[in-house]
């Protein structure tokens, strides 16, 4: 008998064929009026489900398909999967980790530099015809202090790349890694009083919900940058704007946002915050390597039962 699944979310073109081959799929329409009469149809018949850190799994879904075995997403988060349903049901939860580190790690630096630099003004002005003019300037980015919010797989590969740039790194979370160099501060006020850039990397959740508020701006004081390429929810978004209109921290560069896909006015309009869409992982060879991934596990998952049927 096939195997139904529900595919929520993009998955790169490379992967689709291999699913189809083995299972019967289902696209979740990205309307939500179409998605609820789309999972009241064949809802009851989904056993698996591709998905990714965005998208999710969130209550509304999983209470719609109550015969779901496994969740395969795309990515390392699990905030937004809700793991407590899950694990009370008994749905294996997959993730891709090991593949987005390097990646994650390069689009920490770009916005570092690209905040640091002034990047994204000075490409505005250019645009603008304004060649130089009224352009201020930048500030070096080597030798200076970094603090690393959340040092795992991502914050050592970026800790990395910041060696390169002599700038001293230390770091925060819940405990100290003794297998590191690098200095460990006990909370993020400390972190933030000692960094010039503090990077965010922490997944998201209720632990480190608003994590970096209006006293980490403040110890990190008017020439530090914050850098977020981990949750949104880990920072105090509202704090964040005021903070970066007072000029109490200098700027902002911005992977996650507290509710995506909303943008909010605020940070629209503010020239000291540089702006991506949840694309620190967006490269064509991550993304790759993630698609295959997720199917990899839904395979493996499903491995006894598809041999039974070759
Ligand atoms: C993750 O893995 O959770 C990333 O945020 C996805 O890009």
Do not use: C
């Amino acid at each position: 008998m096939a195997i139904d699944i529900l595919i929520a979310g993009r998955l790169p073109p490379n992967v689709l064929p291999q699913l189809e081959k083995r299972f019967r799929l289902h696209q979740l329409p990205e309307e939500r009026n179409e998605a609820g009469a789309f999972l009241q149809q064949v809802g009851g018949s989904i056993r698996g489900m591709l998905t990714n850190a965005a998208q999710g799994a969130p209550e509304q879904l999983l209470s719609a398909l109550p015969k779901l075995e496994i969740i395969s997403s795309s990515g390392v988060g699990t905030d937004a999967l809700n793991m407590d349903i899950a694990e009370a049901r008994g749905i294996s939860v997959r993730t891709t980790p090991g593949v987005l580190t390097e990646d994650v790690a390069d689009g920490a630096i770009a916005l570092m530099l690209a905040t640091s630099r002034r990047l994204m003004q000075a490409e505005r002005n250019v645009r603008a015809g304004r060649w130089l003019k009224d352009l201020p300037l930048g500030n070096r980015m080597t030798g200076k202090r970094l603090g690393i919010l959340g040092l795992g797989k991502i914050g050592q590969a970026l800790a990395k790349r910041a060696a390169a740039f002599d700038m001293p790194i230390a770091y925060h979370q819940r405990n100290r890694n003794p297998d590191v160099p690098y200095a460990y501060h006990d909370s993020v006020v400390s972190l933030a009083e000692a960094s010039d850039f503090l990077v965010v990397i922490v997944p998201g959740g209720p632990a480190t919900e608003n994590m970096v508020d209006g006293k980490v701006f403040d110890a990190l004081g008017p020439e530090g940058i914050l850098v977020n390429v981990g949750r949104g929810s880990t920072v105090d978004q509202p704090e964040l704007i005021r903070a970066l209109e007072q000029g109490r921290i200098r700027a902002a560069g911005l992977d996650v946002l507290a509710d995506e896909p909303h943008v909010p006015d605020a940070l629209l309009e503010l020239e000291n915050v540089v702006l991506t869409p949840h694309y620190a992982s967006g490269t064509t060879e991550t993304r790759l390597a993630m698609g295959q991934r997720v199917v990899d596990n839904l395979l493996e998952y499903f491995e006894a039962e598809l041999q039974g049927a070759d």
